[in-house]
């Protein structure tokens, strides 16, 4: 089984900050990955596909990269309804999650 | 509009079965895997498992095989996940997923206790 891991696990942000969350996988997935976002409350909501694709009415703030092993998710200039939680998806094999980024509020 | 619509929230007993439900809407139900996904208090997203609607075949993870059932029917496009006997470590959220880029549905919360 693909094992998913995040870096790091929680971390504090100001509005306008620019935030980077890291994933990695125990295999080579290619860029099979999605970034999820989760409010308090609420179901998960993908925010990008193919490691890097953008769903449409997601801002440009957000952007990710990688391929391979290691991935990259990044939001230029936190606003205040990014603050959330943040999992990284592999769907090469089967589905796994990684454990999740927790952003909080400085 | 493409959606997921889950059933209500349950309260039932150790022991006793359940069956959630997950209807689909807005897209072709046939050609896209659902997935279920727990969702313990607190904790982070675990996959539990698939169904592929068109001809009902399925992958559990190994930590959910054997305890959960998932199952679909096309012609109602309805997947379903069900267990036979609940246990109090059960009492969770659960969500459905398409692998079409739709909405998550809205999450059942199950309470066994």
């Known amino acids: 089984d693909i094992q998913m891991s995040q870096s790091p696990s929680s971390l504090s942000a100001s509005i306008g900050d620019r935030v980077i969350i890291t994933c990695q996988a125990s295999?080579?997935?290619?860029?099979?990955l999605n970034w999820f976002q989760q409010r308090p409350g609420q179901a998960p909501k993908l925010l990008i596909y193919d490691a890097s694709t953008l769903l449409p009415g997601v801002p440009s703030r957000f952007s990710g990269s990688g391929f391979g092993t290691n991935f990259t998710f990044t939001i230029n200039s936190v606003q205040p309804e990014d603050f959330a939680t943040y999992y990284c998806q592999q769907y090469d094999s089967l589905i796994a999650f990684g454990p999740g980024t927790r952003l909080e509020i400085k | 509009e493409v959606q997921l619509v889950q059933s209500g929230a349950e309260v039932k007993k150790p022991g006793e079965s359940l069956t959630i439900s997950c209807k689909a809407s807005g897209y072709n139900f046939a050609s896209y895997w659902i997935f279920w996904v727990r969702q313990l208090p607190g904790k982070g997203l675990e996959w539990m498992g698939r169904?592929?609607?068109?001809?009902?075949?399925?992958n559990y993870s190994p930590s959910f095989q054997g305890h959960v059932t998932i199952s679909a029917d096309k012609s109602i496009t309805t997947a379903y996940l069900q267990w036979s006997s609940l246990r109090a470590s059960d009492t969770a959220i659960y969500y459905c997923?398409?692998?079409?880029?739709?909405?998550w549905g809205q999450g059942t919360v199950v309470i066994v206790s």
């Open positions: 997923a398409s692998t079409r880029h739709v909405p």
């Open positions: 169904i592929n609607p068109r001809d009902s075949s399925t």
């Open positions: 295999q080579d997935i290619s860029n099979f």
